[in-house]
């Protein structure tokens, strides 16, 4: 059967079944997946959560289940759905319906946060149920790109259309690299609901996020093409370097986890410099630290969870400053096969050694000793 026709059977049967359903009774099937939701996240169970999950949208489904993973690290105590308008069967068999979403854990002190979205749910007919498939986007596309937008922020999605083809030549000449798929950006229209997509537990504030397997999140606004090109260069980036890791995404978050943070930064500080010119401050600020004795120690800022918020900056910027030496002192290309053999399982350690043919501990002392040259 050709796909289209049974894509469109497959409609028919959901909507004729949706259709047949009163208002009260989409409702309350709505209402039990999210009862379902808000149990599994009180308890912390990562493995019941994502089976409320819909699995229409790839990068949506690895982004909740990251989401998930984070309730045992610290357990939101509270997390509540609550639906404020009738649900709407939607022309392709989805239901939306407006959703208020308010939750708190105990990483931070305050009132509960909130956020309202129109929700998406997605039939399941494996389970009978309606699936929660997260905010209701708009969306526009272009040539390697989808650009999920909220009503009101088309401006930012068409800026986000504009430059992308010179991002993306840019980034993937530097990476030498590319997707074998359309990067998907997700526009947020406030901080909670950017911190809240990533995990309940996320309180510190961003303009972009990037994980394995996931879209593109940031916040922006129409007319800010410079900052917009700055932070999205960032984010493809990391996607560029976790794609590296090959087709398995629970083995490149894996990979890309157990890869020092500051590296992960630093590269994709590197690849935006060109929109940010932020290497010419990292200069500054290395010479600084490196003068008075205040350069981090790299395992202070090597692991995402562990790194002191304090110390972010030296995350961004020392990783910068090294990462451009490695560039500068071996080759583009060299530099990109020691970002790839960390993400295909060898310790930074193990990369310098095979890639450079040096320790790590002789590269960093070099490196070192290029700052003091370059006063």
Do not use: C
Request: charged content about 25%.
């Amino acid at each position: 059967m050709h796909k289209l026709a049974a894509t469109a059977i497959a409609f028919l049967a959901v909507a004729a079944s949706a259709a047949a359903q009163t208002a009260s009774d989409l409702r309350d099937q709505l209402q039990s997946t999210l009862d379902s939701m808000t149990a599994a996240v009180l308890a912390a169970d990562a493995d019941a959560y994502p089976e409320h999950i819909a699995v229409d949208e790839p990068e949506f489904r690895v982004e909740q289940i990251a989401w998930a993973n984070d309730l045992s690290r610290i357990t939101p105590f509270v997390i509540a759905y609550d639906m404020i308008s009738e649900p709407e069967l939607t022309a392709d068999g989805e239901v939306h319906v407006d959703l208020i979403i308010l939750w708190n854990t105990p990483n931070r002190e305050g009132q509960n946060r909130g956020i309202q979205i129109p929700a998406r749910f997605v039939w399941d007919n494996e389970s009978n149920a309606w699936d929660f498939g997260g905010r209701a986007w708009e969306e526009i596309d272009a040539e390697g790109l989808r650009v999920m937008y909220v009503e009101g922020n088309s401006g930012a999605a068409r800026d986000t259309v504009a430059v992308w083809p010179d991002i993306k030549d840019h980034v993937e000449a530097g990476f030498e690299f590319e997707l074998d798929h359309p990067q998907v950006v997700k526009l947020y229209p406030s901080m909670q609901e950017l911190q809240f997509s990533i995990y309940a537990s996320y309180v510190e504030p961003l303009g972009g996020w990037n994980e394995p397997g996931e879209s593109i999140k940031l916040i922006t606004r129409a007319g800010d093409r410079q900052g917009l090109k700055t932070v999205l260069a960032h984010e493809y980036g990391h996607a560029l370097t976790f794609a590296m890791g090959g087709p398995d995404i629970p083995v490149a978050i894996e990979r890309a986890h157990s890869m020092p943070w500051w590296v992960l930064e630093g590269a994709a500080e590197l690849g935006a410099n060109k929109y940010s010119r932020a290497y010419r401050r990292a200069q500054r600020a290395v010479s600084a630290w490196h003068e008075n004795d205040q350069l981090a120690d790299w395992d202070d800022i090597t692991n995402f969870y562990e790194t002191d918020p304090a110390d972010y900056g030296y995350v961004y910027v020392q990783g910068l400053h090294f990462v451009a030496y490695v560039s500068d002192r071996f080759g583009r290309t060299p530099r990109n096969a020691w970002l790839r053999a960390m993400m295909e399982g060898l310790t930074l350690e193990d990369a310098t050694a095979e890639v450079f043919g040096v320790p790590f501990s002789e590269l960093d002392a070099d490196w070192r000793d290029s700052i003091t040259q370059d006063r």
